[in-house]
T-cell receptor, first 114, second 114 residues
């Protein structure tokens, strides 16, 4: 039981390049989330998926797109990377999300955009 | 909009001592949940403790307890008998009941000194 996994762990991009961050969970959770963590700003929600087939914007969605490929997988895409997107990205999942269920976090992806 | 404030960016405590981390929040809602998450240097975030707003009794998990003051909108975390493994960033988080979104504070970096 791996929990929440993320790939890659580290990535360096040049401005304008695109990439997809992958996230998968093996806990049969309904809800999945993408956050970014920046120094002094805590975690901010980018997008979330309440259930398979649905996605919604969070606090900071500009410059990102997401795909809930199936119940297990939730990917985050940067179409044209910008230095402001340099951050640590965390994926999380939750059994139901709208009740007080714990969120389970992945190990994170450190992204640098030069 | 809800906000979560952690006013102590960094704290330190001697091993075996007790430390209290502060968190205040702002909401007009009556039904919500509050959480403390721990992020060790390895980066993977884990839940420490959870409090339902409708419960008057403060939550306790082994050495971790909270002081939940609903009227004051305060939710502090007390760590008793601090251990070196408690060294981490601690995040306070808020979730309105019936929604999927967490609101995180900016975190408190705790260092336990030998």
């Amino acid at each position: 039981n791996a929990g929440v996994t993320q790939t890659p762990k580290f990535q360096v991009l040049k401005t304008g390049q695109s990439m997809t961050l992958q996230c998968a969970q093996d806990m049969n959770h309904n809800s999945m989330y993408w956050y970014r963590q920046d120094p002094g700003m805590g975690l901010r929600l980018i997008y979330y998926s309440a259930s398979e087939g649905t996605t919604d914007k969070g606090e900071v969605p500009n410059g990102y797109n997401v795909s809930r490929l199936n119940k297990r997988e939730f990917s985050l895409r940067l179409e044209s990377a910008a230095p402001s997107q340099t951050s640590v990205y965390f994926c999380a999942s939750s059994p139901r999300g709208s009740e007080s269920y714990e969120q389970y976090f992945g190990p994170g992806t450190r992204l640098t955009v030069t | 909009a809800q906000t979560v404030t952690q006013s102590q960016p960094e704290m330190s405590v001697q091993e075996a001592e007790t430390v209290t981390l502060s968190c205040t929040y702002d909401t007009s809602e009556n039904n919500y949940y509050l959480f403390w998450y721990k992020q060790p240097p390895s980066r993977q975030m884990i839940l420490v403790i959870r409090q339902e707003a409708y419960k008057q009794q403060n939550a306790t998990e082994n050495r971790f307890s909270v002081n939940f003051q609903k009227a004051a909108k305060s939710f502090s975390l007390k760590i008793s008998d601090s251990q070196l493994g408690d060294t981490a960033m601690y995040f306070c988080a808020f979730q309105e009941r019936g929604t999927y979104k967490y609101i995180f504070g900016t975190g408190t970096r705790l260092k336990v000194l030998a």
